[in-house]
């Protein structure tokens, strides 16, 4: 009786022993490394959020607990009206951008029309250029004053003025829609390029016409792809920034992100009336989020690929082929060419000068000259460049590692890891900016006003597509190769740089380019972290376009930014080409030896 207690203390000291070296196992502290790095890039800011909402704002920092932010912002009737405006945009350019890259999706993935890889290009090259500019090149084409478009149709029908106005809700769409129909492309065609057709050809024997077949047929089983290609557009015409900043102010078409950077600049900031700004802005995406997920939790149900064989067949549109992709490349060259070619143009001429109409000046090089000798241009790109590399790849390693432990290390936990990674998408890009200005404000954490703290931005903001990307191409990888070599003695390190990384290269690489690009022409974050001494292009620009700049200048300022992003994007698909060859040869491979 007298040794069962110190053998019991051994006991629970040896189970102790073992629960602590469990623990401290390199997978698991890599995993409590990962949450804790995600957790706080993602939950600090929001942690800001709520504090600086539910403070009293006393212009020198929050106050006590309050209500009265909430009062100040929703008070008013001018609410409502933002509310609407928000909401109207977002869906309407939704709707509009869906049926755009909808379009272009079916044609390229499920009719024979040729000129189909020339579309995809097209669509890739448009991410190259900024909705800044995008919204910056409308407004010389369509505004009721300076459009050449105007111009040229009250020259040829001799009207008082012109027929459109850019500065409306209409033009709001129609400048965001035309910028983001590619991505809506890019989603859906996918879920098209693998729709089997054998399922509409049945309905189509048994004597059902092709207008009876696609409502109720062909959409459902698209139904999660068109659903969370809304969503996505949905929450970017929420977020969006650009447009209602250079479009809704002057039409004087509030939403609430133009709102929530606007009470950041009154004098003093209203920070605490901006969190409670961005509190709605937040829920509203969250929300869209949720209505997502239910809207798809039997994804199963409209699996068209199974074990059974699969088969994807062209719809033949003989005569039709041509006018059709004809339509489809003026679609493109409408929505991208048009604001492209308008930028180019006005850039050779340092006064107004409208496509087709003619110009009292010669066309000069001399805007060029100028934006290449102004000093903060040359170090806004070299913030940028640096910025957006740094961003690109904290991103891509950090994921990686993530998406490794989710999926292979730690399955049952890891879940959470993904979940934290996704959060951000919720998060506009506005939301984020404001809540990291206000997280570093209050944290003595000496990042304010430096390049540091706008590289914690953008590695927040760009989580989602890291491990989007990562998840994507470990998924393929078959976890019986890290098994093997495993077993064969080989330790984690030499797994992860003789086995994952080459396989994993291409993949990584393009999460690379693509989160590069996107980082180069952030400005919804930038404009609320920027200092005196770290300017990046996105915010130059839109300074020398709202204090009154040359035309010109703005636009080669323009060209020059869209040029060296076209080339980044040009190698992306040269390398996503080169990653499809090899496959359909591996595939052929594969075949011929199984035969």
């Known amino acids: 009786m007298t040794l069962a207690a110190p053998m019991e203390s051994n006991s629970n000291g040896g189970a102790l022993a073992r629960a602590f070296a469990a623990l401290i196992r390199p997978r698991n502290l890599a995993l409590i490394a990962c949450v804790l790095i995600a957790g706080w890039l993602v939950f600090v800011p929001l942690a800001a959020l709520f504090y600086t909402a539910f403070t009293e704002d006393t212009g020198f920092g929050p106050g006590p607990a309050s209500l009265s932010n909430f009062v100040q912002a929703y008070s008013s009737w001018h609410i409502v009206r933002l509310f609407g405006n928000s909401l109207i945009f977002a869906a309407g350019t939704a709707v509009l951008t869906l049926l755009m890259g909808g379009f272009v999706a079916f044609v390229v993935e499920r009719t024979d029309a040729p000129l189909g890889p020339l579309f995809h290009s097209l669509a890739l090259l448009s991410f190259a250029i900024p ?9 010389f084409v369509l505004s009721p004053n300076i459009g050449w478009v105007n111009a040229l149709m009250k020259n040829w029908f001799g009207l008082s003025e012109g027929p459109f106005s850019i500065y409306s809700m209409g033009g709001m769409i129609w400048a965001l829609a035309s910028h983001y129909f590619p991505l809506a492309y890019l989603a859906l065609g996918p879920a098209l390029r693998v729709l089997d057709v054998r399922l509409e050809e049945a309905a189509l024997v048994s004597g059902a016409r092709y207008w009876q077949v696609m409502p109720k047929i062909t959409l459902p089983l698209l139904r999660p792809a068109i659903l969370s290609t809304m969503l996505l557009l949905f929450m970017l015409g929420m977020s969006s920034y650009e447009v209602p900043r250079l479009i809704g102010r002057p039409a004087r078409i509030d939403v609430f992100t133009t709102e929530i950077q606007a009470a950041t600049q009154n004098a003093p900031p209203e920070f605490g009336i901006s969190s409670a700004l961005g509190m709605t802005l937040l829920l509203i995406c969250v929300v869209a989020v949720i209505f997502y997920r239910r809207a798809t939790r039997n994804a199963e149900a409209f699996a068209t690929i199974t074990g059974k064989g699969y088969m994807p067949t062209r719809i033949k549109l003989r005569k039709w082929r041509w006018p059709v992709a004809i339509g489809v490349l003026f679609m493109f060259l409408l929505a991208l060419g048009l604001p492209l070619l308008t930028l180019v143009w006005q ?8 496509p087709f109409i003619g110009s009292g000046s010669p066309a000069t090089w001399e805007n060029y000259e100028f934006i290449l000798r102004y000093p903060i241009f040359l170090d806004a790109v070299k913030t940028s460049v640096s910025l957006a590399a740094m961003a690109a790849t904290i991103v891509v390693a950090l994921t990686f590692v993530m998406a490794w432990i989710a999926l292979r290390a730690a399955p049952k936990s890891g879940w959470l890891l993904d979940s934290i990674a996704f959060t951000p998408i919720a998060m506009p890009h506005v939301i984020v900016g404001a809540a990291i200005l206000f997280a570093y404000l209050m944290l003595p954490i000496p990042v304010y006003n430096t390049i ?6 953008y590695v927040t903001l760009y989580l989602p597509y890291g491990m989007r990307f990562t998840s994507g191409g470990l998924t393929q990888i078959h976890k019986e190769l890290e098994e093997v070599a495993e077993v064969s003695g080989a330790r984690m390190r030499q797994i992860f740089f003789r086995i994952l990384l080459p396989l994993l290269a291409p993949v990584l690489l393009a999460a690379w380019i693509y989160i590069f690009v996107l980082a180069v022409r952030e400005l ?3 404009v609320f ?17 709202e204090e009154g700049g040359s035309y010109g200048a703005v636009s080669a300022l323009g060209v020059i930014q869209i040029i060296p992003l076209i080339m980044i994007v040009a190698g992306l698909r040269w390398l996503e080409l080169r990653v499809q060859r090899r496959s359909e040869a591996a595939a052929a491979k594969a075949q011929a030896a199984g035969q």
């Not at 909705?131 to 407004?139: D, N, P, R, V």
């Not at 850039?347 to 107004?352: G, V, W």
Request: aromatic content about 12%; charged content about 0%.
């Open 452 to 457: 540091w703290i706008l590289l914690i931005a």
């Open 529 to 545: 972290l920027v200092g005196p001494g770290t300017h990046v292009l996105g915010t130059i620009s839109l300074t020398m376009w």
């Open 524 to 526: 919804g974050a930038s």
């Open 131 to 139: 909705g800044l500019l995008t919204a910056m090149a409308w407004i």
């Open 347 to 354: 850039s050779f001429f340092r006064n107004l000068a409208q």
